[in-house]
């Protein structure tokens, strides 16, 4: 499985994604799930991808082949909008699933060929966006609402997101909470595993401000988790509020005290 | 869906389940899921489920006809350990889900008739212990290393039991981490809703201690919802560590605040 996560905050967008990448406990390795497509001033993508790795890889390539094209019709270079973008990512998964699907009916495979993607970016003259691309190749967007989108393993890291997310905070704490989302989930989830790749669009920059590769070990990867931690605990033992039969259990034990 | 939790603790032990039952999204129910059986100062079991109700209620009540009869072999008046009383429901399972499957098959029925439960509680002169009875009939314990049991939609609300439940953490505190735990997975899942039931059974005490139905108003668990929301928005916003970039673009903006 895979976890990633996408965020849509009023000053640009956050990227989260874990490199786990498993066919099964005894196959795990460290994939790239997270791909960075600019030409700085003009226009950015990133793309996140949970599903079949051969499949996300098709349309990777296929968008490197295709940006590399002068003569391609459609591009992430020459499309007008973000959602011609999404759609055109869309109709490359649908593509490469159904080259995967017709060679594997050769062999009676039963292997599952779909893959979820992410596309997020900006075209310059446009508001940035965020796409949930499906299997099916269609897609919804973020909005205010619902400012963050996620693929894979995604429960596990969901709470945390629905009570911190919000559209006006700063593309610093998104971050922050994408990293603890993913931490969550890798905390909960064998099949979710470090390093984690983060990437940070600003509003109208037009190119990944920041792109980091954090580790169990990376520092600031390291006092985030030891932060997070610890602060969780202390809210327990010392910021909620007492059950009525805590006060009453503790007076008991004073009575009790004065008696014996 | 349903999701309920069950946490084991040096000083006893801890149940919190929700009550929402649905039959398909307009078909929503408050049922309870937490059921008690006891005799004071002898033996005291808790019992919740999830999966299908009619399975569970099928149980439940052989259950209590079964404690009613004198003559009736094994019942949980007469059981002799914890695990005997384990076995002895997940066998009224199976044949609960045994009938049920038998009846619908005259009708081609592709109703999913499993329940799954969680059964915990102390016997006089034995250590209190919890088990997770699968639809198949076996069982597995809690343990120190594994201190919880989960049935339902557990995923939404494992990151913060894994965090916080350990053995010698206190009632009070677990019971807090399981409201918690549940109020996330109702805040990120319809399927489980309010209602909640909450019950504690202090060990050697034998019987039932704090049984609580807390609702959205309740004072407490409104109390304790404020508290934990505001408290983890206090973390992001003052308690963890700060990206590098961060640092840069604010001493950036101070120098263009003094070049301007």
Redesign the interface.
């Known amino acids: 499985m895979t976890y990633c996560v996408a965020i849509k905050v009023d000053d640009g967008l956050v990227f989260a994604s874990d490199t786990r990448t498993s066919a099964g406990v005894d196959d795990v390795r460290t994939y790239n799930k997270l791909h960075i497509f600019e030409t700085t001033g003009e226009r950015v993508f990133a793309i996140q991808s949970a599903g079949n790795l051969a499949t996300t890889q098709s349309v990777i390539n296929q968008i490197k082949r295709d940006m590399a094209d002068p003569m391609a019709p459609v591009n992430l270079n020459n499309v007008r909008h973000m959602y011609d973008a999404a759609e055109y990512v869309g109709n490359l998964s649908v593509r490469a699933q159904q080259d995967s699907a017709a060679l594997g009916q050769l062999r009676n495979s039963t292997v599952d060929y779909r893959t979820t993607l992410i596309l997020g970016g900006q075209i310059l003259g446009e508001e940035p966006a965020l796409y949930l691309i499906y299997p099916e190749g269609n897609c919804i967007a973020a909005s205010q609402d619902m400012p963050y989108l996620q693929v894979g393993e995604s429960?596990?890291?969901?709470?945390?997101l629905?009570?911190?997310i919000r559209s006006y905070?700063s593309l610093?704490?998104a971050?922050?909470?994408a990293l603890v989302s993913l931490d969550?989930?890798m905390?909960?989830?064998l099949t979710v595993g470090p390093p984690l790749d983060l990437a940070i669009i600003l509003k109208d920059g037009l190119r990944v401000?920041?792109k980091q590769r954090l580790d169990l070990d990376t520092p600031?990867y390291a006092?985030?988790k030891k932060?997070?931690?610890e602060?969780?605990?202390r809210?327990?033992?010392e910021?909620?509020?007492?059950?009525?039969?805590?006060n009453l259990g503790a007076s008991r034990q004073n009575q009790n005290q004065q008696l014996f």
């Not at 429960?155 to 945390?160: A, H, L």
């Not at 910021?239 to 805590?246: D, I, M, V």
């Open positions: 429960k596990y890291g969901k709470p945390i629905d009570r911190i905070i610093a704490d971050a922050r909470c969550s989930t905390k909960s989830n401000e920041h600031y006092s985030l932060a997070w931690g602060q969780l605990e809210i327990f033992r910021a909620l509020p007492k059950f009525e039969w805590e």
